[in-house]
């Protein structure tokens, strides 16, 4: 059974704190994503990765980066927490015809 | 640039009835197009896709989704709707080529309510 895990379902963090949030894929997939949710807004890209080392940007990458250091595992970093950086995240490794999604973090930032 | 158009925010159907959920896109060349479900609490999970040669295509649980490239839409379909396809349903589109990756595209996503 193919899988995409993402470390936390829940996270509560404070303005200004430095956040990660970390996804593996066991699929041997090239490409990995970064898409938030909002209610009325759907799934808004923020970053992708094709390879190791190697990332584009989405359509909203404003107040975060990203890091593949292995193939496996691609993180989001929120280099420091804002209000309007509450929402949910999802993580999704793809092959050229099909996405596989993680189950999502949703973080709250007070 | 890529875009993905569901224009409804909502679809109520009865239970039995057929439904459809709209979805157009926007992308040069041929593109890939997905349907996605989400249910409450749960991740995304795949329904369907285009890719290339017949225009109908079938998903998972009895959806259906056509392909029309003169009107550059990709609506999904199912003949008599149940109770439990009360979900968020996405629309999807890549474009294979781009850069190294298919980047994806996702709509704003359309609920789904099927009443008793």
């Known amino acids: 059974d193919v899988k995409v895990t993402q470390s936390s379902r829940y996270l509560v963090k404070r303005t200004g704190e430095k956040v990660f949030l970390e996804c593996v894929q066991d699929?041997?997939?090239?490409?990995m994503f970064w898409y938030r949710q909002d209610p009325g807004l759907g799934l808004r890209l923020i970053y992708f990765?094709?390879?190791?080392?190697?990332?584009e940007k989405g359509d909203i990458p404003e107040g975060y980066s990203v890091s593949r250091e292995k193939k496996e595992r691609f993180s989001l970093i929120l280099e420091s927490a804002s209000t309007n950086q509450t929402s949910m995240y999802l993580c999704?490794?793809?092959?050229?015809?099909?996405?596989?999604f993680g189950q999502g973090t949703r973080l709250t930032v007070v | 640039a890529q875009s993905v158009a569901q224009p409804e925010d909502q679809v109520n159907v009865a239970e039995g009835n057929p439904l459809t959920v709209k979805c157009t896109y926007s992308?040069?060349?041929?593109?890939?197009l997905f349907w996605y479900v989400q249910y409450p609490n749960r991740g995304l999970q795949f329904l369907l896709k285009?890719?290339?040669?017949?225009?109908l295509v079938k998903g998972s649980y009895g959806f259906e989704a056509e392909f029309n490239k003169s009107q550059t839409s990709f609506h999904l379909k199912k003949p008599s709707a149940l109770v439990s396809d009360s979900a968020l349903y996405f629309c999807?589109?890549?474009?294979?080529?781009?850069?190294?990756?298919?980047?994806?595209?996702f709509g704003s996503g359309t609920r789904l309510s099927i009443r008793p």
């Open positions: 999704a490794s793809s092959s050229v015809i099909e996405a596989f």
């Open positions: 699929m041997d997939h090239e490409n």
């Open positions: 990765s094709y390879d190791v080392k190697m990332k």
């Open positions: 992308v040069s060349g041929n593109p890939y």
């Open positions: 285009y890719i290339t040669g017949d225009n």
């Open positions: 999807a589109v890549s474009h294979p080529g781009y850069s190294s990756a298919s980047k994806i595209i």
